[in-house]
């Protein structure tokens, strides 16, 4: 018995080196590959993500999702002086969303195989750098190897955005780098700031996230204070959030499709697991003092986000205009504090990585056809692409959120997490909130009216071709599990379930000792 727990934990933690390391394997022998051997770069790139996926999934059968803990722990010492390691394992959120990296790199690859004429041996090793530093933050149980992984990201994310973009790409890139560098400057400030804390405690400086956890809740109030607004500035302007948001559509118009696949379906993804990770866990009763202005952030977020979505005549802002009202979604959920909230903000992040991303793969496959985004130049595509129409009007109700795709789940969860909200304590937030959905359905509903039916005027769009073989299966994969979850949310919601509850029980527990000692 204890042999075979024994092989099976082995096997969990093999599938997590594999998954964080595969990557870079990749990334060396495309290094090592000459510029001209395209062909062979290619395959590199895509063997590589796929096997990573395919390893991923071994990190399954050993996951015992019947408990908070982390698991599949890997524990090293990296720099004594600081008690920093490379610590590493996941819990059921993380889980959730190292599957999601792995699953949309592949696709991201594919999306790129036609889509980038130049610079190849460049382009897929940036892509492969970018996954590794993506797995890295999602697995991180160190603050510093964290921080590491969260400042390595920027540089291929950058270089992507700013030699692949569009026309005023480094623009973009500038920005997007500028916007991030300032944020993470603050985060380690407060990751030293903590090391600081756990010393005065007793337990000597350290970066270890899992006894921080223990010092993070003892730390006066008024520094709880400062140190959750250095680390929830970071993440909100990954997330992004009302007013840090300005980034992120020019970032996603300048850059490839591929690009814009794995800022929306992922690198959003890291603000707002951080904000449960950190703000949530670490600083629990500042996080409670601060809900209703996140939650007021969120909200306007939604609103304003579709609303702003509703006037965009190029098709790529709509759908980069979305991501900000849909990740307000997200934050209301992390911050109603409820498990079903916080459970639905979970559910939401994957949710959105797999329903935009089919989105910009859309948006991807109309530009590479006739060169243009703007909605005016389209009309009439059911006509000659109606297997396209098919599969974009999946991406785009789950979008919006229709009952029985993946959308509806997570928006109604967290919809229901601020309503029931205790912390919130108001209707407000989910009354207004739940607007967004209504938008959503205006701007996404009148989008695909425009572009997909309606009169087809314009010569250029009478002979484009349906989806080939390529496209197919970027987009094939992300709709059957935009149906799976629709219909079966609960495959992927158990394996989040406990790790959610414990975060919202220590929330509860350092409010109910406030409320205690505040009536003495």
Not at 65 to 84: C, K, P, Y
Not at 401 to 414: A, D, K, Q, R, S
Not at 459 to 466: I, K, Q, S
Request: proline fraction near 3%.
């Amino acid at each position: 018995m204890h042999d075979t727990i024994g092989t099976i934990h082995l096997m969990g933690v093999t599938a997590l080196l594999f998954s964080l390391f595969a990557p870079v394997a990749g990334a060396v022998a495309i290094a090592l590959t000459q510029k001209t051997q395209e062909r062979a770069i290619k395959s590199i790139a895509l063997v590589t993500t796929v096997l990573t996926f395919v390893g991923s999934l071994f990190l399954l059968p050993g996951f015992d999702a019947g408990t908070h803990a982390m698991q599949f722990v890997v524990n090293t010492q990296w720099i004594a002086a600081l008690d920093s390691g490379f610590r590493i394992g996941i819990d059921g959120t993380s889980l959730l969303l190292v599957l999601l990296t792995t699953f949309i790199m592949p696709v991201a690859i594919l999306v790129s195989l036609k889509s980038i004429k130049q610079r190849h041996k460049e382009y897929y090793l940036l892509m492969l750098l970018l996954q590794f530093g993506m797995t890295g933050v999602f697995v991180a149980l160190d603050t510093f190897l964290f921080y590491v992984f969260w400042e390595l990201i920027l540089i291929p994310m950058v270089f992507i955005i700013g030699v692949w973009g569009g026309q005023n790409r480094v623009y973009a890139a500038v920005k997007f780098f500028l916007y991030t560098l300032v944020g993470s400057l603050l985060m380690l400030i407060a990751i030293l700031w903590l090391g600081f804390a756990a010393e005065a405690q007793g337990l000597g400086f350290t970066t270890d996230l899992l006894k921080l956890r223990a010092v993070g809740p003892n730390i006066p109030a008024d520094i709880q204070f400062w140190l959750f607004l250095a680390f929830a500035l970071s993440f909100c302007i990954k997330v992004p959030l009302f007013p840090f948001h300005t980034w992120l559509p020019d970032a996603h118009v300048q850059a490839p499709t591929a690009g814009s696949v794995i800022l929306a379906s992922l690198l959003l993804k890291m603000g707002s697991y951080g904000l449960i990770r950190f703000n949530l866990e670490l600083f629990p009763q500042a996080s409670v003092e601060l809900a209703s202005v996140m939650s007021v952030l969120a909200v306007v977020g939604i609103i304003y986000g579709a609303l702003v979505a509703m006037v965009q005549t190029d098709f790529k802002k709509l759908v980069a205009y979305s991501s900000v009202s849909h990740m307000g979604f997200v934050v209301l959920g992390i911050f109603s504090m409820t498990v079903v909230g916080v459970q639905g903000a979970v559910i939401q992040m994957v949710n959105h990585g797999l329903s935009t991303g089919a989105l910009f793969i859309c948006v991807g496959v109309l530009y590479e056809r006739r060169h243009t985004r703007e909605i005016a130049e389209y009309g009439g595509i059911t006509k000659v692409m109606p297997k396209f129409a098919v599969l974009f009007m999946i991406a785009m109700l789950a979008s919006v959120g229709l009952p029985g795709l993946n959308g509806f789940v997570g928006e109604f969860l967290t919809l229901m997490g601020a309503f029931t909200s205790p912390i919130l304590n108001h209707w407000a937030y989910g009354v207004i909130a739940a607007t967004g959905v209504i938008f959503a359905a205006c701007y996404l509903l009148w989008m695909f009216q425009r572009v997909m039916f309606g009169q087809n005027e314009n010569p250029e769009n009478h002979h484009l071709r349906d989806l080939t073989r390529l496209e197919y299966w970027q987009l094939i994969p992300l709709t059957i599990l935009m149906i799976w979850i629709g219909v079966a949310p609960r495959t992927f919601m158990d394996l989040a379930e406990n790790s959610v509850r414990h975060v919202v029980s220590q929330v509860e527990q350092i409010t109910f000792n406030t409320t205690a000692q505040n009536q003495h």
